[in-house]
């Protein structure tokens, strides 16, 4: 089975601007859920998302936003970009969520100027 | 709220040595947890998890951890460090009821020494 794909793998953008990440999750995986990962931070969860519905949502503001299509794949969009938003993006699927091993892809690594 | 806590930003220990990670938990209720490897420019691999079965709990590449409640414990052990275990280590909580989201801790760096 392929892994976990995210697009792009890298990324610059300068502030103001919006940027679209994209993550492919496992075949037959039905949950994405989205983290930022940044060294001061570390890792905190953004949102999931389960047959294309929120299921839960993190602590970040609402320039953070998301959704899920019905194959399953997942994009993230973060807009009127700030400097503090450069991060390591991951994407993690599972088949439920929950108890279930989730699958992380490699990661975006946005870079905010 | 659910957190974790990670006890050392950074671990070193001699190649053949034992590798010993702290995670400690705050939860109400018994949760699902979970232990997490990043090597560097990479996603996270998923080494081990917990979810109400047996206390201790059998992961890849040799590691193992114990659940111990009255101690709100999941320490992560592996008998002999190896050179290819270098890497970032992520304990992680799933709060009860809250789907796929994971709470993770602040990350322990493990350095191994030839």
């Known amino acids: 089975k392929a892994g976990v794909t995210q697009t792009p793998r890298y990324l610059i953008k300068t502030r103001g601007q919006q940027v679209t990440l994209s993550c492919s999750p496992i075949s037959g995986h039905r949950s994405v859920s989205w983290y930022q990962q940044t060294p001061g931070q570390g890792l905190q969860f953004l949102f999931e998302y389960f047959s294309e519905t929120q299921r839960n949502k993190g602590n970040f503001p609402g320039r953070f936003s998301g959704r899920q299509f019905s194959n399953s794949r997942s994009e993230m969009n973060v807009s009127t970009l700030e400097l503090g938003d450069s991060a390591l993006y991951l994407c993690?699927?599972?088949?439920?969520?929950?108890?279930?091993?989730?699958?992380f892809g490699p990661g975006t690594r946005l870079t905010v100027l | 709220a659910q957190s974790v806590t990670q006890l050392g930003s950074h671990v070193s220990v001699s190649e053949g040595a034992l590798v010993l990670l702290r995670c400690n938990y705050s939860?109400?209720?018994?949760?699902?947890l979970f232990w997490y490897v990043q090597y560097p420019n990479q996603g996270l691999q998923l080494l081990l998890k917990?979810?109400?079965?047996?206390?201790l709990v059998k992961g890849i590449n040799g590691f193992e951890a114990e659940f111990k409640k009255s101690e709100t414990s999941f320490h992560l052990t592996k008998p002999s460090a190896h050179m290819s275990d270098a890497a970032e280590y992520f304990c992680a909580v799933s709060p009860y009821n809250q789907g796929g989201k994971l709470i993770f801790g602040q990350g322990t760096e493990l350095s191994v020494k030839p």
């Open positions: 939860s109400s209720v018994p949760p699902y």
């Open positions: 917990y979810t109400s079965a047996a206390t």
């Open positions: 993690a699927s599972s088949s439920r969520g929950v108890t279930d091993t989730q699958y």
